[in-house]
């Protein structure tokens, strides 16, 4: 094999995934004229054009895409091949990509991000933000954060954080007009903030209590995507918000907010990190599921 082969393929795998060149010659730490110049020798040697290059954006041809796919674990076995050399003096080293929920980033990973910079200096933790459930292998992820529940069986998990569970809560001033609902039917008759998934999906409101399980497509004069703003709407009178107990924690001890239907609100395991099974573990990924495995979660 040309040797000059391999670092051109790799310089295509960084454009295709950073979407342009200057962005590939900024990850790469070269010129963007070297970049440019890595992908058209490639093209020129190969005869045939990897990239569909335009004003605005890169984007790899059917012929690149397929020579990307069948690169890809070629790619990953050597940056894995590079990571375990640098574990040799037992610090972690290299890129880490994760696609993560807003919420499991809020909730789980946010709190403990600076002391895992501070243990592995020599990892970079790149967290994407991705309310859907993705597939980390397709997007080019070495791990993703979800709920158990939303799982893929032929993924392993493992929990980094508590049990969750869900708050249905309203201001005193929303109680004043408005009796408190004492089954999750009764929400027909409320005014709900609704959350909308980044997908375009309305959530539907999960109930359950003695073996009973209701779904209510709550109804209401607002949606939002963010749960932090669906707490102070509420807080603020807006309606009846239902969102994760952390979020309106406070509001809740302090009197802002009251809570409802708490016993149709069980708790239930929260979130996972989950990897393909078929991939060797990179260094970088052992270490992170082991620091935040190894949180000690309050109640």
């Not at 979407?19 to 058209?40: C, D, N, T, Y």
């Not at 809740?252 to 239930?268: M, N, Q, T, Y």
Request: aromatic letters at 8%.
């Amino acid at each position: 094999m040309n040797r000059a082969h391999l670092s051109q393929l790799a310089v295509l795998a960084t454009v295709a995934q950073c979407g342009s060149f200057r962005g590939a010659a900024k990850e790469l730490a070269i010129a963007p004229s070297a970049v440019s110049h890595a992908v058209s020798s490639l093209e020129a040697r190969l005869g045939v054009r990897l990239l569909a290059r335009s004003t605005r954006s890169v984007a790899p041809t059917e012929e690149g895409a397929q020579l990307l796919e069948r690169l890809r674990p070629a790619l990953s076995e050597i940056d894995l091949a590079l990571e375990t050399a640098a574990e040799s003096r037992n610090r972690p080293a290299g890129n880490l990509r994760l696609s993560v929920p807003r919420t499991a980033a809020h909730l789980v990973l946010t709190p403990r991000l600076g002391g895992f910079a501070a243990a592995y200096p020599d990892i970079v933790l790149e967290i994407v933000i991705e309310d859907r459930f993705t597939d980390v292998v397709e997007g080019g992820f070495d791990a993703g954060v979800r709920l158990g529940e939303s799982l893929q069986r032929d993924m392993i998990a493992v929990r980094i954080g508590p049990d969750m569970r869900g708050a249905v809560v309203g201001a005193p001033s929303y109680f004043e007009a408005m009796p408190k609902p004492r089954h999750p039917r009764e929400l027909a008759e409320h005014r709900c903030i609704r959350f909308r998934f980044s997908s375009g999906i309305l959530y539907r409101w999960e109930f359950e209590k003695d073996g009973e399980e209701i779904e209510i497509a709550a109804q209401g004069p607002l949606i939002l995507d963010e749960d932090h703003l669906i707490a102070q709407a509420a807080v603020d009178g807006a309606g009846l918000a239902f969102v994760f107990e952390p979020y309106v924690r406070a509001p809740l001890a302090d009197g802002r907010l009251i809570r409802v239907l708490e016993d149709w609100c069980p708790s239930f395991e929260g979130f996972f990190v989950y990897y393909p099974s078929r991939r060797q573990m990179r260094p970088a990924l052992r270490a992170f599921v082991d620091f935040f495995k190894g949180e000690k979660w309050s109640a």
